[in-house]
């Protein structure tokens, strides 16, 4: 578990420009945006994607973290895209399930 890049994040070990943090989530920038504003905010708990979130407060948490997060970038009246891909068909790079929060500009529809 601990090659996991981002439990590294998470403990320091590797720096990232933190935008949000408490002791359950944590959001960063994402080092390769492709949107204007690129944020991941992931759980502190290892989880390795969405399909082994089970923990309800956590989620509920979570999503209010991104709503959070969105008003203060600004981005909740224009709108704003959030993703998580899962597993190798989904395009998950990561093995630590993070949300993708997308915006600053007009996203493409697909
Ligand atoms: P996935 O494809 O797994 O949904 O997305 C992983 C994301 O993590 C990618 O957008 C990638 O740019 C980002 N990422 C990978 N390694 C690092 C890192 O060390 N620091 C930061 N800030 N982002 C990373
Ligand atoms: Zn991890």
Not at 21 to 46: S, T, Y
Not at 83 to 109: M, R, S, Y
């Amino acid at each position: 578990m601990n090659d996991c890049v981002f439990c590294k994040i998470i403990n320091g070990e590797i720096p990232s420009t933190k935008v949000y943090e408490d002791d359950k989530v944590l959001a960063f920038n994402d080092i390769n945006p492709i949107a204007p504003i690129h944020i991941l905010v992931v759980p502190k708990q290892h989880l390795d994607s969405f399909m082994d979130l089970e923990d309800e407060e956590l989620l509920v948490h979570i999503h209010k973290i991104i709503k959070q997060i969105a008003k203060e970038k600004e981005m909740d009246e224009k709108g704003f895209r959030v993703l998580t891909n899962i597993g190798e068909d989904g395009g998950q790079a990561v093995k630590h399930l993070h949300f993708h929060i997308l915006g600053g500009t007009k996203l493409p529809t697909r």
